[in-house]
């Protein structure tokens, strides 16, 4: 048996309107819950038992995926009162693990999309002895990470949080394995940030932490623009997900979603449930939502669509997000970084979403 938490608390600020009534790791993302992604790739990795370390708005969790069994999994849920941080999280699940002390814990950020082999990083772990190992990435820009050096062994030798000057281009891919006795020792009851506190102590207390690098598909869906690149890439293939609800290819569109016949869809998009595009529209590496309506001759690229949002005849939109049940009229045209907001005025529960319903 190998168990994992899911750090999944956060309040997903910087995917706002998105998020406010969907926490990051449940916004559909190529035609699912985000979280299902991960939660079938972790399967299939060889977990059996996942925690769910949640915060903001939990019971969208626990209608979306239940007690996991439709995802062949045993899934738990702790809910932090107020939160208590990325180590105060994993702490606070303690009592609903089952591992022994020195039993391998996987540790997953809730946001990241991750190609990398789950079970290799468990064999390494396991074969040096480590306390705790971290999944190492490298990106451009390192400045937005928890940068990670190591030494000629692996070892890692300092972690430096969101840090202006990184010392090299290996960051904290949000993936650790930590020996259940490693989680004990995090004080309980209060605000813990693992990154800023649990692995400098780790490293100061001479812990043996080593940074696992693979190089395979990565992505923290933090942003706008890196929620769709995600959906998308999932949709296109380049990242192999079990729980893609149909094939692979230039779109996915849901049943129940209408598309007329002279629409173009291409670049990963997604159709949601119960979603219309109109006659002569372009949607282009894009995610609607379920419920969400594109016009007539309307041309969308990187853009979201929220749930039952309406988008006019003719009107553009590149690199938008509009918020669920927001409205834009005809001939706008949204570019990069446009959000638009719900109009508060539409009572929140006037159309119901089929992902609002139980999936378990
Ligand atoms: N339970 C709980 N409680 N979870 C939390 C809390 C909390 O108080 N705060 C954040 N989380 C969860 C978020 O939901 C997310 O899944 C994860 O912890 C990381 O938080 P983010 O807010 O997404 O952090 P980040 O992306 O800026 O940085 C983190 O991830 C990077 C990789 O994607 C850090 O771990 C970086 O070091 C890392 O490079
Ligand atoms: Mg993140």
Redesign the pocket.
């Known amino acids: 048996m190998t168990e994992a938490v899911?750090?999944?608390?956060?309040?997903?600020t910087r995917l706002r309107p998105l998020t406010v009534e969907t926490?990051?790791?449940m916004l559909a993302t190529a035609g699912v819950p985000f979280l299902h992604h991960v939660l079938a790739r972790a399967r299939d990795a060889g977990i059996d038992h996942v925690v769910l370390?949640?915060?903001?708005r939990p019971e969208v969790f626990q209608r979306g995926i239940g007690d996991g069994r439709d995802l062949g999994l045993r899934v738990d849920y702790?809910t932090?009162t107020e939160?208590?941080?990325?180590g105060?999280?994993?702490r606070?699940v303690l009592d609903l693990l089952q591992s022994g002390p020195d039993d391998p814990v996987v540790i997953?950020?809730?946001?990241?999309l991750s190609g990398h082999d789950l079970r290799a990083q468990l064999d390494a772990h396991r074969s040096a002895g480590a306390d705790v190992s971290l999944h190492l990435t490298v990106v451009e820009d390192p400045r937005?990470?928890?940068?990670?050096p190591t030494d000629e062994s692996g070892r890692v030798t300092a972690?430096l949080?969101?840090t202006p000057e990184p010392v090299t281009d290996r960051?904290?891919?949000?993936c650790y394995i930590f020996n259940r006795r490693v989680i004990d020792a995090i004080p309980a009851g209060r605000?813990v940030s693992?990154?800023r506190e649990t692995f400098p102590g780790l490293l100061r207390d001479g812990a043996l932490v080593v940074g696992h690098v693979e190089q395979a598909y990565w992505l923290?869906l933090?942003t706008p623009a890196a929620f769709v690149r995600g959906s998308c890439d999932l949709v296109l293939g380049r990242l192999h997900s079990p729980a893609l609800p149909g094939p692979t290819g230039e779109w996915l569109v849901l049943p129940t979603a209408r598309v007329a016949t002279d629409a173009v869809l291409c670049g990963g998009t997604t159709v949601g449930a119960g979603a219309v595009v109109g006659a002569g529209a372009t949607v282009e590496g894009s995610v609607l939502l379920d419920g969400a309506v594109v016009g007539e001759g309307a041309a969308l690229r990187d853009s979201v669509v929220g749930r039952g949002a309406q988008i006019g005849d003719r009107t553009v939109l590149v690199g938008a997000v509009i918020g669920d049940r927001a409205r834009v009229g005809a001939d706008n045209e949204l570019l990069a970084g446009a959000r638009v907001w719900t109009d508060a005025r539409l009572p929140p529960k006037a159309l119901r979403f089929s992902s609002d319903e139980a999936s378990a």
């Open positions: 899911l750090l999944v608390g956060g309040k997903g926490p990051k790791p370390a949640t915060s903001y702790v932090e939160p208590l941080g990325t105060g999280g994993i606070n997953l950020n809730g946001d990241v937005a990470f928890g940068c990670v972690f949080e969101k960051v904290n891919a949000g605000k693992v990154e923290d933090g």
